[in-house]
């Protein structure tokens, strides 16, 4: 049974910054990995995915405020947030793909529970 767990989730300050973990019980270095983020009454989306090589790829509203990272060595996944802004409030879901690429939704294999981000 694969599990993802996030964790770091919480209420901010506009400005202030921001890491979220995932937990992984299966071996990321077999995945792509990424954060979706998804706020109500709009699609799920891509906020930053790392193939397995370690390449990143980030929504344009994130780039050069948030970075993925990850540890193959604890199947730990991290988004690093800073400058954040009230339009980042979310539900933040970590998710693994069996694909080569994994900014597209339909491609995710696994989804954790999400987190939520407040920020004002």
């Known amino acids: 049974h694969v599990q993802l767990v996030e964790s770091g989730g919480g209420s901010v300050q506009a400005g202030e910054p921001l890491r979220l973990s995932c937990e992984a019980s299966?071996?990321?270095?077999?995945?792509?990995l990424a954060w979706f983020r998804r706020v109500p009454g709009k699609e799920r989306e891509a906020v930053a995915t790392i193939s397995r090589s370690g390449y990143t790829v980030y929504h344009d509203s994130v780039k050069g405020r948030f970075t993925i990272s990850k540890d193959e060595a604890t199947n730990t996944l991290w988004l690093e947030m800073y400058s954040l802004k009230p339009e980042d409030s979310a539900m933040y879901y970590c998710?693994?793909?069996?694909?080569?690429?994994?900014?597209?939704?339909?491609?995710?294999?696994?989804w954790g529970q999400g987190t939520q981000v407040t920020v004002s």
């Open positions: 998710a693994a793909s069996y694909w080569i690429t994994c900014f597209n939704g339909t491609q995710i294999s696994y």
């Open positions: 299966l071996d990321i270095r077999r995945y792509c």
